[in-house]
């Protein structure tokens, strides 16, 4: 009997010893776990937060976005990335740079011009890198103390002129978008230029891409052919304007050749965007390491570094023919179907 009571008391001592061994481990894993995320939270607020914003969705701004974060990548600075797309939407621009100034962004990186300006004005404090901007000064982000970036101005006379050697034309039509300062600057740029070498201008506006194609038919009947400039409202309707201006035997020239695969553009001589975000990427690594956003000032694509895009298959059925050196030269060359890179 006593034996029993004895082994009875062993086992609720042993119970107890159990349960307390179980608790402090319990406290002490938490306490580890605790340790684990001060110190997580520690490396994260040692990073650089950079805010991406990005107008809308095309292979163009896609490609920049993308040469952006992969440099960032390659380099061995601790940083987080917060992107956000606008969707084409003005107001949205606002809505995310005021979301950035919440989060307190350290480098606000706009994608497209309605996205840095919109930066500008509503984090007028903080570090900005803007790439793809047609016209700075014009948007109002030349000279000033924290901005910098990259523009991707067109060469429109050479666009020009290279069509003007093997098309005969003397209307050129061009659609763009009348609530973005970057499309408004391209069609001043394109009228003026037509207005040198005796073209007529012939023009429409619109305020977002679902008017692309009703405005291109507006004025298909009145041109030679049509120019699409890097406007992006215009570009990521790419598709629509090329299958108008097939269905009516006009050539379409782009000045973006990146979203001009599987469309009926003609000819296409733009930039490479993606060298365009590695571009931006160190330009932000520049800032990074304490250079004056104002001393960096504006980068300009250098216009012998266009990549020239030909669709055989679009100027055989318009009764066009290439010349023989610029199909050579071509980066990019479409034939019986098939993309072939030079």
Request: some cysteine; hydrophobic content about 45%.
């Amino acid at each position: 009997m006593i034996l029993s009571i004895v082994t009875l008391l062993e086992d609720k001592i042993m119970k107890k010893i159990i349960s307390m061994l179980v608790l402090v481990l319990v406290i002490i894993g938490f306490a580890f776990a605790m340790g684990k995320v001060e110190q997580a939270q520690e490396i994260e607020s040692d990073s650089i937060k950079i805010g991406i914003s990005k107008l809308l969705s095309h292979p163009a701004l896609d490609s920049i976005e993308k040469g952006i974060t992969d440099y960032l990548s390659s380099t061995d600075i601790k940083y987080s990335v917060h992107v956000e797309n606008a969707n084409g939407d003005i107001s949205t621009c606002a809505s995310i740079a005021q979301v950035f100034k919440n989060e307190k962004i350290d480098i606000a990186v706009g994608i497209a011009t309605p996205t840095a300006q919109a930066i500008q004005t509503l984090m007028s404090d903080t570090k900005q890198v803007y790439s793809s901007v047609t016209d700075p000064e014009s948007a109002g982000l030349l000279g000033l103390d924290n901005v910098c970036g990259v523009s991707d101005m067109v060469p429109v006379r050479t666009h020009l002129e290279l069509l003007k050697s093997f098309i005969k034309f003397d209307r050129l039509g061009m659609v763009y978008t009348s609530s973005e300062a970057n499309g408004l600057t391209l069609k001043n740029t394109v009228e003026g230029v037509c207005k040198e070498l005796g073209i007529e201008f012939v023009g429409v506006a619109v305020n977002n891409s679902s008017e692309v194609r009703m405005a291109a038919l507006s004025i298909i009947d009145r041109v030679d052919l049509m120019y699409v400039a890097t406007d992006n409202t215009v570009v990521s309707a790419i598709t629509a304007l090329s299958k108008v201006c097939y269905d009516n035997k006009k050539p379409l020239f782009s000045a973006d050749t990146t979203s001009s695969f599987d469309t009926e553009v003609l000819i296409a001589g733009g930039f490479d965007y993606y060298k365009s975000g590695v571009l931006t990427g160190q330009l932000i690594e520049r800032v990074i390491n304490g250079e004056s956003p104002k001393e960096i000032g504006v980068q300009y694509l250098n216009a012998d570094s266009l990549e020239l895009y030909l669709n055989l298959d679009i100027a055989a059925k318009l009764g066009l023919d290439f010349p023989t050196s610029l199909v050579e030269n071509a980066k990019y060359v479409v034939k019986n179907g098939e993309l072939l890179k030079n």
